[in-house]
């Protein structure tokens, strides 16, 4: 409990002071996870919608299946698959992406990309097929029918990228591996988590761990204030 209570304390210093590198390390973590949830968003939505929409898609079976095996990847996995890709031998490695913010983005798309496609796909099969036959009736057009049924599964569509949030924010294998957790450049606040403990300082460790909740929860908040108005 001593080292609960010492954490709880310093997690108040560092906010109440508003420490440059804690500052850094969070700013660092929501831009990286930011930029990849919302290239995921709009690149998956759209798969998702396509695929639950269209089943006379040829290849919608195989695609299908290997989006539900990307929602279980390890992270781990993943990590380790970008940095074969961007190391210098790699097939990506001119980018010059590895233990870079760009390297660590491209590894949480890979890994939120295909939750929220599968999350999104799942939401628009479950909307009533009388509404895709009204709209056609209306004279709509695919991309007009597209927007209705996605309109109809937005509370879905919207548990769908607070998943895929949850699934990235708190990831550490990957980043680890493509970032390197480099001070000032690469260190997110899983890293810097890992890196404080492995150094036996736990009050750091679990201020950190009590600042990266923190952060979750309003990032959270507001995407479920964000589905609320969609309710409405």
């Avoid at 990307?70 to 990506?92: D, I, N, T």
């Avoid at 590895?98 to 798309?109: D, K, N, R």
């Avoid at 309109?151 to 294998?173: C, L, Q």
Wanted: hydrophobic share 55%; glycine share 10%.
């Amino acid at each position: 409990m001593d080292e609960v209570t010492r954490g709880l304390l310093r997690a108040a210093e560092l906010i109440w002071t508003a420490d440059p590198a804690v500052m850094e390390i969070i700013c660092l973590s929501l831009g990286v996870t930011g930029l990849a949830l919302a290239i995921s968003t709009v690149i998956g939505v759209p798969v998702g919608a396509v695929l639950g929409l269209w089943s006379r898609i040829r290849v919608r079976g195989l695609i299908t299946v290997l989006m539900y095996t990307g929602m279980g990847l390890p992270p781990v996995v993943v990590g380790l698959a970008v940095y074969l890709l961007l190391s210098r031998s790699g097939p990506l490695g001119n980018l010059g992406w590895l233990f870079t913010p760009s390297g660590m983005v491209l590894a949480q798309i890979i890994i939120a990309l295909p939750v929220v496609a599968g999350l999104t796909m799942t939401a628009v099969q479950s909307v009533d097929p009388a509404l895709r036959l009204q709209v056609r009736a209306l004279g709509a057009t695919r991309w007009q029918e597209l927007t209705a049924v996605l309109r109809e599964a937005r509370i879905g569509v919207m548990a769908a990228i607070v998943a895929a949030f949850g699934s990235i924010i708190s990831e550490v294998g990957a980043v680890m591996l493509v970032g390197g957790n480099i001070e000032g450049h690469t260190r997110v606040l899983t890293t810097a988590i890992v890196l404080h403990t492995r150094m036996g300082e736990f009050d750091v460790a679990i201020a950190l761990g009590i600042i990266l909740l923190s952060v979750t929860f309003l990032a959270n908040s507001a995407l479920f204030w964000l589905q609320h108005r969609a309710e409405g």
